[in-house]
């Protein structure tokens, strides 16, 4: 079946820009996370959904970086006011349940300008 | 305090032979899982195997066995017979006890591998 997509997979924005990154879960998947993985660097935890709540945001670095997943599917992770440090590649990975295997993603690589 | 160390920026291993990369981990919990992620040049992190920490025997899958020493904390990938496709970035990661943030990984820095002819 199919695996978990984002799109896109590279976004380049101007510093001061907003943007939205989406994340399309494994059907079925109850658990979803996202991750930002800096250049050499292993992924970070971002934020933790369990179907539609939010149960974990705790590696959201500032309030500029919101999410979503308002239907306990598709998520989407925004960034206001975008900086030069957000450039990073971010990570979105399913599970079945919370104490299973994660799926990821191919990332969408960030460029802020 | 990192809690998950891999010392090993970079491997090298000749096709065919077998290569250890290392990972050690730091945890007050008793339940816990270890596992080691393959991330080649084109981004995505799939998944190779995992060791809970009470399993008694190591965990394999296929090529790839994981050394878990628990007492030492240590949680090494062997990789047999390397094959050139092995080359790429390896991630160990640890799940600690179920909280708020469900099953999030902890990841290492990772160890960029090449296999050479």
Known sequence: GAGVSQSPRYKVAKRGQDVALRCDPISGHVSLFWYQQALGQGPEFLTYFQNEAQLDKSGLPSDRFFAERPEGSVSTLKIQRTQQEDSAVYLCASSYDRGNEQFFGPGTRLTVL | ?117
């Not at chain 2, 919990?29 to 995992?50: A, V």
């Not at chain 2, 990661?93 to 909280?99: L, S």
């Open chain 2, 1 to 117: 305090a990192q809690k998950i160390t891999q010392t090993q920026p970079g491997m090298f291993v000749q096709e065919k032979e077998a290569v250890t990369l290392d990972c050690t981990y730091d945890t007050s919990d008793q339940s816990y899982g270890l596992f080691w992620y393959k991330q080649p040049s084109s981004g995505e992190m799939i998944f190779l195997i995992y060791q809970g920490s009470y399993d008694e025997q190591n965990a394999t899958e296929g090529r790839y066995s994981l050394n878990f020493q628990k007492a030492r904390k240590s949680a090494n990938l062997v990789i047999s017979a390397s094959q050139l496709g092995d080359s790429a970035m390896y991630f160990c990661a640890m799940r600690e006890a179920p909280g708020g943030g469900g099953n999030k990984l902890t990841f290492g820095t990772g160890t960029q591998l090449k296999v050479e002819l």
